[in-house]
């Protein structure tokens, strides 16, 4: 069963990113789909290198996940990992699930030992808006409450990313979670999202002034490139703190766990090297006591159905994300989107991970250059990325 064609497309879905998919089909005519993480002006850097990954698949088994992916990080990549290349691999690796699955008309969870549950809860990100009050988001946040949500991510933190703030900044934090709990009740679960972007210092102050207010988790207080700067503030402060999000390779995931620096990790299946690679670090968490909560700013389709998947089989798994704002445009081009109902999304009982996509649909909302975005001071090619198939051997060194 070797891969013949890869196809990438951008899509736009008229929020803060556009959203990146691939195609893969094999000489049979059995086809997969992935997608990459992408951030809002990478989109078509990562795009342009997994076009060119993807010319080392065409001839491959599509059996041969593994041993691709070591191919491609000794060959392609020099040994040298980074976020834009294992999020271009992690959607190759998810397409080649998906095919795996399709073949042996099994649902991609039961291939790999079978599911632990079956439901796989979910919390809402993508609700709030940064340019709104305190006052708007808190009605925003009662509006995810009334569509069956029962926890709920968002940055309270004001102003631009920066490691040392004013105690005015810290004060506004404060208040709003404490406006989000009041308003939300006892038996709603916040979690906290910093962005890594804060000081131990910072961190801890704010983690014990907000603790009352009974925090589900603390995401990433700090920046994780010096992990004991994490570790630092989960020694401190009495709520769970999740780390991850940043680390992107199973050697980062390794250190974070020797260093005690997290009771959960949250990696991203779509920018850590896919199925394969999630189940190692899941596997590696578990002897640690340490929980998964898989990151995923991803769409409601590909990235949702893999996360669903990979939820249902590790025993440590705590909780997932859903970006909610992605979910309409999303369900305009799935051929059959995946439901979510009060919190919880039924694992899928179709081969592969799931899904399907309508690729007519697909194309009619192409990649949308955002331009300068919000003082971040971003620019974006202006021309629309094309799309290539690729159809010819790939060149493979040493194996």
Known sequence: MKIARIETFLFDPGTAKNLLFCRVETEDGL?????????????????HLLEHMGEYLIGRSAFSIRHTAQVLFEDFAMRRASLDLLSAWSALELALWDIVGKHANLPVYNLLGGASRG?????????SSGTESIAQNVERALRVKGMGYTALKWDPFPGP???????????HVVRYVKAMREALGPDFTLLVEVHRRLAPMHAIRIGQRIAEFDIGWYEEPCLCDNIELVAEVRRALPMPIVTGEAIYSREGFAQALAARAADIINPDICNCGGMTAMLDIAAMAQPHAVAVAPHNYNSTLVGLAATVQLSAMIPNFWI??????????????????LTVADGFVDLPTTPGLGIDLDVAKLRARPYRDMGMRGGKGLRHHSEEFPRKHYQVAATRTGY
């Open 320 to 337: 997932a994300e859903c970006f909610i704002n992605l979910k309409p445009a999303c369900d305009e081009i799935a051929m059959q989107p």
């Open 31 to 47: 086809h997969g789909w992935g997608e990459a993480y992408v951030t809002p002006g990478k989109e078509p850097v990562i795009a």
């Open 119 to 127: 439901q796989v809860k979910v919390y809402a990100n993508g609700w």
């Open 161 to 171: 990313w920066r490691s040392f703030i004013h105690r005015e900044d810290e004060d």
